[in-house]
Protein backbone atom coordinates (compact mmCIF):
# COMPACT_ATOMS: atom_id res chain seq x y z
CA UNK A 1 0.00 0.00 0.00
CA UNK A 2 1.06 3.18 -0.51
CA UNK A 3 1.76 5.52 2.42
CA UNK A 4 0.17 8.34 0.61
CA UNK A 5 -2.88 6.59 1.03
CA UNK A 6 -2.37 5.59 4.62
CA UNK A 7 -1.82 9.57 5.22
CA UNK A 8 -4.91 10.24 3.69
CA UNK A 9 -6.74 7.78 6.15
CA UNK A 10 -5.37 8.44 9.38
CA UNK A 11 -2.41 10.02 11.43
CA UNK A 12 0.35 7.35 11.53
CA UNK A 13 3.25 6.24 13.21
CA UNK A 14 6.79 4.86 11.52
CA UNK A 15 10.22 3.46 12.98
CA UNK A 16 13.64 3.93 11.06
CA UNK A 17 16.38 1.32 11.65
CA UNK A 18 19.56 0.40 10.48
CA UNK A 19 21.59 -2.02 8.73
CA UNK A 20 24.43 -4.07 10.79
CA UNK A 21 28.10 -3.76 9.52
CA UNK A 22 28.38 -7.21 8.82
CA UNK A 23 26.11 -10.33 7.27
CA UNK A 24 25.82 -12.12 11.10
CA UNK A 25 23.59 -8.71 12.61
CA UNK A 26 20.71 -9.32 10.23
CA UNK A 27 18.54 -11.65 12.44
CA UNK A 28 19.16 -9.24 15.21
CA UNK A 29 17.90 -6.33 13.47
CA UNK A 30 15.06 -8.63 12.17
CA UNK A 31 14.57 -9.50 16.13
CA UNK A 32 14.28 -5.95 16.94
CA UNK A 33 12.22 -4.91 14.36
CA UNK A 34 9.73 -8.20 15.35
CA UNK A 35 9.66 -6.96 19.24
CA UNK A 36 8.37 -3.72 18.08
CA UNK A 37 4.97 -5.00 16.02
CA UNK A 38 3.04 -5.38 19.05
CA UNK A 39 2.83 -1.17 18.12
CA UNK A 40 1.61 -1.48 15.05
CA UNK A 41 3.67 0.63 12.99
CA UNK A 42 2.32 1.69 9.90
CA UNK A 43 5.16 1.75 7.91
CA UNK A 44 9.40 1.14 8.90
CA UNK A 45 12.08 1.71 7.30
CA UNK A 46 15.93 0.70 6.69
CA UNK A 47 18.61 3.49 6.22
CA UNK A 48 21.16 3.32 3.09
CA UNK A 49 24.54 3.18 4.39
CA UNK A 50 26.81 5.62 1.79
CA UNK A 51 29.54 3.91 0.13
CA UNK A 52 27.88 0.44 -0.58
CA UNK A 53 29.41 -1.25 3.27
CA UNK A 54 25.73 -1.72 4.30
CA UNK A 55 23.33 -1.51 1.25
CA UNK A 56 23.26 -5.21 0.66
CA UNK A 57 22.29 -5.33 4.21
CA UNK A 58 19.57 -2.76 3.54
CA UNK A 59 18.09 -4.20 1.00
CA UNK A 60 17.96 -7.78 2.80
CA UNK A 61 16.29 -6.56 5.53
CA UNK A 62 13.78 -4.31 3.71
CA UNK A 63 12.86 -7.51 0.94
CA UNK A 64 12.56 -10.28 3.98
CA UNK A 65 10.63 -7.49 5.84
CA UNK A 66 8.13 -6.91 3.03
CA UNK A 67 7.96 -11.07 2.31
CA UNK A 68 7.79 -12.19 5.79
CA UNK A 69 5.65 -9.71 7.87
CA UNK A 70 2.28 -7.84 7.66
CA UNK A 71 4.56 -4.27 7.81
CA UNK A 72 4.36 -1.65 5.31
CA UNK A 73 8.12 -1.19 4.13
CA UNK A 74 9.81 2.03 3.06
CA UNK A 75 12.80 1.71 1.54
CA UNK A 76 15.72 4.11 1.69
CA UNK A 77 17.38 5.25 -1.20
CA UNK A 78 20.66 7.23 -1.23
CA UNK A 79 22.18 8.68 -4.63
CA UNK A 80 25.53 9.49 -3.85
CA UNK A 81 28.42 7.58 -4.66
CA UNK A 82 26.53 5.42 -7.04
CA UNK A 83 26.12 5.79 -11.05
CA UNK A 84 22.14 6.29 -12.39
CA UNK A 85 22.37 2.99 -13.78
CA UNK A 86 23.10 1.41 -10.23
CA UNK A 87 20.41 3.59 -8.64
CA UNK A 88 18.09 2.24 -11.35
CA UNK A 89 19.29 -1.15 -10.86
CA UNK A 90 18.01 -0.92 -7.21
CA UNK A 91 14.96 0.24 -7.73
CA UNK A 92 14.03 -2.38 -10.35
CA UNK A 93 15.28 -5.26 -7.67
CA UNK A 94 13.03 -3.09 -4.91
CA UNK A 95 9.97 -3.07 -7.64
CA UNK A 96 10.34 -7.01 -8.22
CA UNK A 97 10.60 -7.56 -4.42
CA UNK A 98 7.10 -6.00 -4.10
CA UNK A 99 8.59 -2.50 -2.01
CA UNK A 100 5.58 0.06 -2.68
CA UNK A 101 7.48 3.02 -1.10
CA UNK A 102 11.05 4.77 -1.18
CA UNK A 103 12.38 7.45 0.34
CA UNK A 104 14.78 9.85 -1.89
CA UNK A 105 17.49 10.84 -0.34
CA UNK A 106 20.93 12.24 -1.33
CA UNK A 107 22.79 10.68 1.32
CA UNK A 108 26.69 11.85 2.69
CA UNK A 109 29.31 11.28 0.78
CA UNK A 110 31.87 8.66 1.86
CA UNK A 111 34.38 10.21 4.31
CA UNK A 112 37.35 8.50 1.75
CA UNK A 113 35.84 10.10 -1.45
CA UNK A 114 38.52 11.64 -3.88
CA UNK A 115 36.12 14.50 -4.06
CA UNK A 116 32.65 16.14 -2.50
CA UNK A 117 31.45 16.80 -6.00
CA UNK A 118 29.21 14.42 -7.63
CA UNK A 119 30.41 12.31 -10.61
CA UNK A 120 29.52 12.55 -14.02
CA UNK A 121 27.06 9.83 -13.66
CA UNK A 122 25.74 10.34 -10.24
CA UNK A 123 22.23 11.82 -9.51
CA UNK A 124 23.63 15.32 -7.85
CA UNK A 125 20.58 15.73 -5.36
CA UNK A 126 18.04 13.65 -4.35
CA UNK A 127 15.64 16.02 -6.38
CA UNK A 128 16.61 14.66 -9.37
CA UNK A 129 16.22 11.13 -8.14
CA UNK A 130 12.60 11.82 -7.60
CA UNK A 131 12.44 12.81 -11.21
CA UNK A 132 13.88 9.56 -11.75
CA UNK A 133 11.81 7.61 -9.78
CA UNK A 134 8.68 9.21 -11.14
CA UNK A 135 9.55 9.03 -14.40
CA UNK A 136 10.06 5.13 -14.95
CA UNK A 137 8.71 3.81 -11.54
CA UNK A 138 5.38 3.45 -9.66
CA UNK A 139 6.34 3.85 -6.16
CA UNK A 140 5.20 6.18 -3.22
CA UNK A 141 7.77 8.65 -2.52
CA UNK A 142 9.05 10.83 0.14
CA UNK A 143 11.43 13.23 0.94
CA UNK A 144 13.22 14.48 3.73
CA UNK A 145 13.31 18.26 4.97
CA UNK A 146 15.05 20.21 7.83
CA UNK A 147 13.43 21.96 10.40
CA UNK A 148 16.82 23.85 11.50
CA UNK A 149 17.97 24.04 7.71
CA UNK A 150 19.79 21.59 6.00
CA UNK A 151 24.03 22.15 6.95
CA UNK A 152 24.51 22.94 3.50
CA UNK A 153 21.70 25.30 2.73
CA UNK A 154 23.10 29.19 2.59
CA UNK A 155 19.58 30.13 4.40
CA UNK A 156 16.47 28.91 5.31
CA UNK A 157 14.75 30.45 2.28
CA UNK A 158 16.51 28.41 0.18
CA UNK A 159 16.24 25.16 2.50
CA UNK A 160 12.40 25.69 2.18
CA UNK A 161 12.64 26.29 -1.67
CA UNK A 162 14.54 22.91 -2.13
CA UNK A 163 11.63 20.91 -0.05
CA UNK A 164 8.87 22.65 -2.05
CA UNK A 165 11.12 21.18 -5.18
CA UNK A 166 10.62 17.64 -4.07
CA UNK A 167 7.13 18.49 -3.48
CA UNK A 168 6.55 19.48 -7.15
CA UNK A 169 8.54 16.97 -8.59
CA UNK A 170 6.53 14.38 -6.87
CA UNK A 171 7.24 13.50 -3.33
CA UNK A 172 4.08 12.56 -1.45
CA UNK A 173 5.40 13.65 2.06
CA UNK A 174 8.78 14.69 3.84
CA UNK A 175 9.97 13.30 6.93
CA UNK A 176 12.02 15.52 8.87
CA UNK A 177 15.59 15.62 10.79
CA UNK A 178 15.74 15.06 13.97
CA UNK A 179 15.04 18.18 16.25
CA UNK A 180 15.09 18.37 20.02
CA UNK A 181 13.10 21.73 20.12
CA UNK A 182 9.41 21.40 18.84
CA UNK A 183 9.54 25.51 18.60
CA UNK A 184 11.76 24.63 15.44
CA UNK A 185 9.42 22.41 13.79
CA UNK A 186 6.21 24.38 14.32
CA UNK A 187 8.01 27.34 12.56
CA UNK A 188 8.88 24.91 9.63
CA UNK A 189 5.25 24.08 9.03
CA UNK A 190 4.84 28.10 9.07
CA UNK A 191 7.69 28.87 6.22
CA UNK A 192 6.79 25.69 4.18
CA UNK A 193 3.02 26.94 4.39
CA UNK A 194 4.22 30.09 3.27
CA UNK A 195 5.81 28.34 0.53
CA UNK A 196 2.68 26.61 -1.10
CA UNK A 197 4.21 22.86 0.71
CA UNK A 198 0.81 21.15 0.76
CA UNK A 199 1.96 18.08 1.67
CA UNK A 200 1.77 16.20 4.81
CA UNK A 201 5.31 16.88 6.97
CA UNK A 202 6.06 14.33 9.14
CA UNK A 203 8.22 15.07 12.40
CA UNK A 204 10.97 12.95 13.43
CA UNK A 205 11.61 11.82 16.78
CA UNK A 206 15.44 10.62 17.77
CA UNK A 207 15.27 9.12 21.88
CA UNK A 208 18.34 10.31 23.37
CA UNK A 209 20.52 7.18 24.50
CA UNK A 210 23.74 8.69 25.39
CA UNK A 211 25.35 12.15 25.69
CA UNK A 212 28.26 11.48 23.23
CA UNK A 213 26.26 9.80 20.90
CA UNK A 214 23.82 12.76 20.70
CA UNK A 215 26.39 15.37 20.57
CA UNK A 216 28.23 13.74 17.89
CA UNK A 217 24.59 13.62 15.89
CA UNK A 218 23.58 16.57 15.99
CA UNK A 219 27.09 18.38 15.51
CA UNK A 220 26.58 16.68 12.20
CA UNK A 221 23.18 17.53 10.81
CA UNK A 222 23.02 20.66 12.82
CA UNK A 223 20.30 20.15 15.46
CA UNK A 224 19.94 22.17 18.36
CA UNK A 225 19.60 20.78 21.66
CA UNK A 226 17.96 22.55 24.27
CA UNK A 227 19.86 24.37 26.98
CA UNK A 228 17.79 22.86 29.90
CA UNK A 229 18.28 19.42 28.03
CA UNK A 230 22.04 19.62 27.52
CA UNK A 231 22.29 20.79 30.83
CA UNK A 232 20.67 17.40 32.09
CA UNK A 233 23.13 15.11 29.92
CA UNK A 234 26.05 17.31 30.77
CA UNK A 235 25.59 16.02 34.23
CA UNK A 236 24.55 12.57 33.99
CA UNK A 237 27.81 12.42 30.69
CA UNK A 238 28.88 9.08 32.18
CA UNK A 239 25.58 7.47 33.21
CA UNK A 240 23.48 5.87 30.18
CA UNK A 241 21.11 4.56 31.89
CA UNK A 242 20.33 7.83 33.20
CA UNK A 243 20.78 9.78 30.11
CA UNK A 244 18.45 6.84 27.90
CA UNK A 245 16.00 7.96 31.13
CA UNK A 246 16.05 11.73 30.19
CA UNK A 247 15.62 10.55 26.35
CA UNK A 248 12.47 8.84 27.09
CA UNK A 249 11.09 11.87 29.20
CA UNK A 250 12.25 13.99 26.48
CA UNK A 251 11.10 12.75 23.29
CA UNK A 252 7.22 11.15 25.57
CA UNK A 253 6.92 15.41 26.22
CA UNK A 254 7.80 16.20 22.23
CA UNK A 255 5.58 13.21 20.85
CA UNK A 256 2.75 14.52 23.23
CA UNK A 257 3.27 18.04 21.90
CA UNK A 258 3.34 17.44 18.40
CA UNK A 259 0.16 14.81 18.47
CA UNK A 260 -1.81 17.74 20.17
CA UNK A 261 -0.65 20.22 17.49
CA UNK A 262 -2.29 17.90 14.52
CA UNK A 263 0.83 16.47 13.17
CA UNK A 264 0.19 13.67 9.94
CA UNK A 265 2.25 10.97 12.29
CA UNK A 266 6.13 11.00 14.00
CA UNK A 267 8.57 8.94 12.66
CA UNK A 268 10.73 7.15 15.26
CA UNK A 269 14.36 7.19 14.83
CA UNK A 270 14.95 3.98 16.92
CA UNK A 271 18.73 3.32 16.78
CA UNK A 272 17.78 -0.41 16.86
CA UNK A 273 17.31 -0.11 20.38
CA UNK A 274 13.54 -1.53 21.54
CA UNK A 275 13.70 -0.50 25.39
CA UNK A 276 13.25 3.39 24.64
CA UNK A 277 10.58 3.39 22.10
CA UNK A 278 8.68 0.83 24.06
CA UNK A 279 8.50 3.07 26.94
CA UNK A 280 7.54 5.75 24.95
CA UNK A 281 5.13 4.19 22.76
CA UNK A 282 3.55 2.48 26.51
CA UNK A 283 3.47 6.19 28.27
CA UNK A 284 1.73 7.64 24.94
CA UNK A 285 -0.72 4.85 25.11
CA UNK A 286 0.05 3.21 21.48
CA UNK A 287 -1.11 -0.18 21.85
CA UNK A 288 -3.24 -2.72 19.98
CA UNK A 289 -4.43 -0.05 17.74
CA UNK A 290 -1.99 1.07 14.32
CA UNK A 291 -1.13 4.70 14.72
CA UNK A 292 -3.26 6.17 17.27
CA UNK A 293 -1.63 8.08 20.31
CA UNK A 294 -4.21 9.14 22.83
CA UNK A 295 -5.91 12.27 22.31
Not at 175 to 200: C, H, K, M, W
Request: charged letters at 25%; hydrophobic letters at 40%.
Amino acid sequence: MKIRDILNQRRTISFEFFPPREAHGVPDVIDVIAGLQQFNPDFVSVTYGAGGGTRAFTEEITMRLKAETPLEVMAHLTCVAQTRTEVHGVLKRLQTAGIENVIALRGDRPADAESSDPGPDEFPHASDLITHIRDNFDFGVAGACYPEGHTESDNLDTDIAYARMKQDLGADFLITQLFYDNSYFFDFQERAAAAGITVPVIPGVLPILSTPQIRRFTSLCGATIPAELDAQLERHAEDNRAVREIGIEHATRQAEELWANDVPGIHFYVLNRRYSISHILRDLNIGEHSGNLAD
